[in-house]
């Protein structure tokens, strides 16, 4: 979009909602994919009577908000943003789990149908219609499209919205909501812990909590980086071995070691040296979400291997989650950003160059003068 044709989609907007009356949301957007990140005005949805508005105040910066404003299947304008904290600010008429002024968080989904096997087990992210992503999604009674927590302000359902942990940094808890939420989910489901030798590939945002998840838990911890200024953090946040995975003949040493490996690279790279990792019966599982696998298929047969991965947490696991962290006082750690440095520090995620998740600080996000009157 040219920025004559930016400025008219910002005033038609903004004089829509005059037309009605009501402040507009604000927030950081990439009107066109690939597009440089612009700040962008926008309406939300109304709050119902089982939401609540949220005041945000910090969001976290996931690789999947960078591939998905470099993707092609995204709606565009995308106001990224799926893991972030906040202030409650409005209630729902029939809202009891919350009041104005509680301190609350919000993860990559915000609704799911609430009627398949999946969502009444409570594992919404697998709902059978899809579940409802914090942006780029389709909200199930308006038909509005999400826009993400980039922004100044959040309308959520109850069901999907959680009282932010005693005791913990906001702004290291927002990470948790994505970041968090995606390793803790595998962890527990491959019943990691005591007794378990894992390997946990890549330290960046989801990497790292993975490793203070792991090591908690009680599992014996070898993380694996391309990153040799990494190595030593590796063993600060808990592993008890750091590998660097560029080093063929420590890769070759690692044969048959492992009963789990978690895999968060955001770029499509070889398994076949973490295959070769694993002992009987192992377990690979990829987070990160390339266009195309790249491995060899006997390495599964030799070692009767399993090859799967696993996408975010329901409600209930996420709860657990965030009790855990109060309990271990575990958090993200955060480089804290202010919103005009965003496509800056989406460079520095490209690089892998992050320690080891950027927070927008919401308090930076400036309304687009076009829109103030
Ligand atoms: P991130 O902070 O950028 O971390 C990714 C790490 O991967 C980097 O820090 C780097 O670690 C390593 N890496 C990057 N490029 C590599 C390459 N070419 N070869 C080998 N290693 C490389 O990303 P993130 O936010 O943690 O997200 C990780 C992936 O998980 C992304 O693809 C994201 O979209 C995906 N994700 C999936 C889900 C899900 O539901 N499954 C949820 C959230 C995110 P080292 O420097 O240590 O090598
Ligand atoms: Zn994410």
Redo the contacts with the bound molecule.
Sequence with gaps: MTYEAEEKYMASNVSLRQHQSVSLSYGLAVLNQGDRLVPWAFERRELRSDDIAVKIQFCGV???DL?AIRGSSGSFPLVPGHEFVGEVTAIGAEVTKFRVGDAVAVGNIVDSCGKCPPCLNHEESYCREFPTTTYGGVDRIDRSITRGGYSNDYVVKTDFAYHLPAGLDPASVAPLM??GI?TWSPLRHWNIGTGKTIGIV??????HIAIKFAHALGAYVVVF???EQ?LADALALGADEAILSTDADKMAAQKYRFDFILD????R?SLDPYLLALTLDGTFCC???PDRMDFTPVLLTMGRRRLT????GGTVETQEMLDFCSKHNITADVEIIAAADINDGFER?DR?K?HYRLVIDMATLEAPAKNAA
Aim: positive net charge; glycine residues 18%.
């Design positions: 996931c690789h999947s591939h994505c970041a995606t890549g330290i960046g945002g989801l990497g980086t391309t990153s990494k968060t690279v955001s770029a790279h987070l990160g979400i991965s696993s996408g975010s995620l892998a992050v």
